[in-house]
């Protein structure tokens, strides 16, 4: 392949270290730097979103982009999107991401037709494997967008027309081809549109039914195209629908258990989505760790003020350092990475704003892995937890896990000597603190 020209006036984002004044650098992510026999590039696994990197405008509801790119040009739609995945991948390479994620209409224009969409996938997935090859850039994972054309208006595997149905599933079987072609690693269901808007019109339970049969189907194609990736749900409440059906992960678990398909799915977890169904991010990644089904993070952050996705870049590392002990603790993401499913602010229009986005986003990530590592190993929280359960370890309440406890025995225990339970207290200032102290010292 000739050598692309550079579309970023801008070099490799280099590490120098927490001392420097230079905004163009890492202070905390160190991609070489070697952290428990790995190198920190292995463990954070982080990963640009097409979409919003790439496709982003900064248009808003009440008016268009506002953001301009100088590779915005070409004679054709499929020439313009193939010299943007020229300055995306020079982007991934600068930024030191090894992984990028997208939805197929990302990155290939919508044809007139369902087969002209597909040729142009193929010729922007042929330019991809390319790009891929000469970068060493890899996917995490890979979608397809059932939300943005009008025909999905109503949902697409829960849409009460059988056609747009079918319509849907023909598209994630590209979809899936594509992601299996170059390498993905995971593939991702996002039901922006799989809820209802007013229940006067929907049958819920037909909906489920249908949402269910779709994800079947999805698993017996991945089996027969013998595509390794791991298959991830990524909750979220609502937006744009008024009820999304994966609400949370506890929710989404309940789905999956219900159909039969808790064996193929993990949880991609994404931060704004977990506030905006009343969770903490920590909570989600408890949730989904507690089963196994921890697959990998949409990394971002909303605003405490605002009820929508506002998709920002995370900075609060004490957000982060509590996600990271989940994380760690439950044994990472595996097949997972840290996606910034994020975006910039309207007014951000710099493609210079890019880099300084994801630096902080990787610098915060990577501070709060490091902190997280550390009170992990110094296991202070871990044995005031482990010791507040400690009744659970031996005698009777050790019989009540193994199962070997019911009513009658226990009311013979509550009944005898042991007087009144003992308050104890659960300490929460004290383990603020000490949170605080691994901080900011
Ligand atoms: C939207 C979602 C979406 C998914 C991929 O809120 O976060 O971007 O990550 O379809
Ligand atoms: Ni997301
Ligand atoms: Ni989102």
Same mark, same amino acid.
């Given at each position: 392949?000739?050598?692309?020209?550079?579309?970023?006036?801008?070099?490799?984002?280099?590490?120098?270290?927490?001392?420097?004044?230079?905004?163009?650098?890492?202070?905390?992510?160190?991609?070489?730097?070697?952290?428990?026999?790995?190198?920190?590039?292995?463990?954070?696994?982080?990963?640009?979103?097409?979409?919003?990197?790439?496709?982003?405008?900064?248009?808003?509801?009440?008016?268009?982009?506002?953001?301009?790119?100088?590779?915005?040009?070409?004679?054709?739609?499929?020439?313009?999107?193939?010299?943007?995945?020229?300055?995306?991948?020079?982007?991934?390479?600068?930024?030191?991401?090894?992984?990028?994620?997208?939805?197929?209409?990302?990155?290939?224009?919508?044809?007139?037709?369902? *087969?002209?969409? =597909?040729?142009?996938?193929?010729?922007?997935?042929?330019? @991809? %494997?390319?790009?891929? /090859? !000469?970068?060493? &850039?890899?996917?995490?994972?890979?979608?397809?967008?059932?939300?943005?054309?009008?025909?999905?208006?109503?949902? *697409?595997?829960? =849409?009460?027309?059988?056609?747009?149905?079918?319509?849907? @599933? %023909?598209?994630?079987? /590209? !979809?899936?081809? &594509?992601?299996?072609?170059?390498?993905?690693?995971?593939?991702?269901?996002?039901?922006?549109?799989?809820?209802?808007?007013?229940?006067?019109?929907?049958?819920?339970?037909?909906?489920?039914?249908?949402?269910?049969?779709?994800?079947?189907?999805? &698993?017996?194609?991945?089996?027969?195209?013998?595509?390794?990736?791991?298959?991830?749900?990524?909750?979220?409440?609502?937006?744009?629908?008024?009820?999304?059906?994966?609400?949370?992960?506890?929710?989404?678990?309940?789905?999956?258990?219900?159909?039969?398909?808790?064996?193929?799915?993990?949880?991609?977890?994404?931060?704004?989505?977990?506030?905006?169904?009343?969770?903490?991010?920590?909570?989600?990644?408890?949730?989904?760790?507690?089963?196994?089904?921890?697959?990998?993070?949409?990394?971002?952050?909303?605003?405490?003020?605002?009820?929508?996705?506002?998709?920002?870049?995370?900075?609060?590392?004490?957000?982060?350092?509590?996600?990271?002990?989940?994380?760690?603790?439950?044994?990472?993401?595996?097949?997972?990475?840290?996606?910034?499913?994020?975006?910039?602010?309207?007014?951000?229009?710099?493609?210079?704003?890019?880099?300084?986005?994801?630096?902080?986003?990787?610098?915060?990530?990577?501070?709060?892995?490091?902190?997280?590592?550390?009170?992990?190993?110094?296991?202070?929280?871990?044995?005031?937890?482990?010791?507040?359960?400690?009744?659970?370890?031996?005698?009777?309440?050790?019989?009540?896990?193994?199962?070997?406890?019911?009513?009658?025995?226990?009311?013979?225990?509550?009944?005898?000597?042991?007087?009144?339970?003992?308050?104890?207290?659960?300490?929460?200032?004290?383990?603020?603190?000490?949170?605080?102290?691994?901080?900011?010292?």
């Amino acid at each position: 392949m000739k050598k692309a020209r550079a579309h970023f006036n801008i070099p490799a984002i280099a590490y120098e270290g927490p001392k420097s004044a230079n905004a163009l650098a890492f202070r905390h992510y160190n991609p070489e730097e070697i952290v428990g026999g790995k190198t920190m590039a292995e463990h954070m696994r982080f990963s640009i979103a097409y979409w919003h990197a790439f496709r982003g405008t900064g248009a808003d509801p009440f008016g268009p982009g506002t953001i301009v790119r100088s590779w915005e040009s070409g004679k054709d739609p499929v020439s313009v999107a193939k010299v943007r995945m020229d300055a995306a991948f020079e982007f991934f390479q600068k930024i030191r991401a090894p992984f990028y994620c997208f939805h197929d209409r990302d990155i290939a224009p919508e044809g007139s037709t369902l *087969a002209e969409s =597909n040729r142009n996938l193929d010729a922007i997935v042929a330019h @991809a %494997a390319a790009l891929q /090859k !000469a970068t060493g &850039v890899k996917l995490l994972w890979g979608t397809a967008n059932l939300f943005s054309n009008p025909r999905f208006m109503c949902g *697409a595997a829960t =849409n009460p027309d059988a056609h747009v149905f079918a319509y849907a @599933a %023909a598209q994630v079987k /590209k !979809a899936m081809d &594509v992601t299996k072609q170059l390498g993905g690693e995971n593939y991702v269901f996002w039901g922006g549109r799989e809820g209802y808007e007013t229940l006067l019109n929907t049958n819920l339970k037909r909906e489920q039914d249908h949402l269910a049969a779709f994800l079947h189907m999805a &698993v017996d194609y991945a089996r027969s195209i013998n595509f390794k990736g791991q298959f991830l749900i990524e909750p979220k409440p609502k937006e744009p629908t008024k009820h999304q059906y994966d609400f949370d992960v506890a929710s989404g678990i309940a789905f999956l258990r219900t159909y039969g398909l808790e064996k193929y799915f993990k949880f991609n977890i994404e931060t704004n989505h977990a506030t905006l169904a009343g969770h903490t991010f920590n909570h989600e990644i408890e949730v989904a760790a507690s089963q196994n089904m921890l697959g990998s993070i949409d990394a971002n952050a909303g605003d405490l003020l605002l009820g929508w996705d506002t998709d920002q870049f995370n900075t609060d590392v004490r957000e982060l350092t509590l996600a990271m002990i989940s994380i760690l603790r439950a044994g990472g993401l595996g097949t997972g990475g840290f996606n910034f499913d994020a975006k910039l602010r309207r007014p951000s229009i710099d493609a210079e704003d890019l880099f300084h986005a994801h630096i902080g986003g990787m610098d915060a990530y990577a501070l709060a892995f490091k902190i997280a590592r550390q009170i992990l190993a110094e296991g202070k929280f871990e044995k005031f937890v482990a010791d507040r359960y400690a009744s659970f370890d031996s005698g009777f309440g050790r019989d009540i896990e193994m199962g070997r406890a019911n009513f009658r025995s226990l009311e013979k225990i509550a009944l005898g000597n042991l007087g009144e339970p003992k308050p104890k207290s659960g300490k929460q200032e004290y383990l603020e603190n000490l949170l605080t102290s691994y901080l900011h010292g």
